[in-house]
């Protein structure tokens, strides 16, 4: 049941992004992390799934990789505790008041995330004066391709 909810969410995230014309790269991605810990946020920009099915699926179905995530850890289940039931699983209201607060933040990171985007799309002069260079720019010049990149914040 669960690829299927996944299946179903990568397939939505595709047409909205079509009839919005919203590129990959400004999507976020928000899922959980089982190689981090309870309570630790990190922000990757682009890169595989690293194993994670509801990553795989929206790559697979926006053909690319390049969306900004949020990770938020759940970490590893303790004992002989499934994977499966672990992601799927409810939290104890420990974990509950953990996630409380890393909700929050998530958040402000999500807000900052976003207005940071919005600060590189829109150059000093608006869209026209980006439009204006984008038009000047030689076809045969190409910016530099970004790289992955993290950044990790323990939300504790």
């Not at 697979?60 to 949020?70: A, E, I, N, S």
């Not at 030689?138 to 910016?143: G, I, K, R």
Request: a positive charge; aromatic letters at 2%; hydrophobic letters at 30%.
């Amino acid at each position: 049941m669960s690829s299927e909810i996944t299946a179903s969410t990568s397939r939505r995230k595709k047409l909205v992004a079509s009839k919005f014309s919203i590129r990959p790269e400004h999507i976020v991605l928000v899922h959980d992390e089982l190689d981090k810990p309870l309570g630790k946020l990190a922000i990757k920009h682009g890169g595989s799934a690293r194993g994670h099915n509801g990553v795989r699926s929206c790559i697979d179905c926006l053909h690319t990789d390049v969306m900004p995530r949020l990770r938020i850890g759940i970490g590893r289940p303790s004992g002989s505790t499934p994977v499966d039931r672990h992601v799927l699983g409810r939290f104890s209201k420990e974990e509950q008041n953990i996630l409380s607060s890393v909700m929050e933040q998530s958040v402000d990171l999500l807000l900052a995330q976003i207005t940071e985007q919005q600060l590189q799309l829109t150059p000093a002069g608006g869209r026209k004066a980006a439009q204006k260079r984008k038009e000047r720019t030689p076809s045969a010049v190409q910016e530099p391709e970004e790289k992955p990149h993290r950044t990790d914040l323990n939300c504790q």
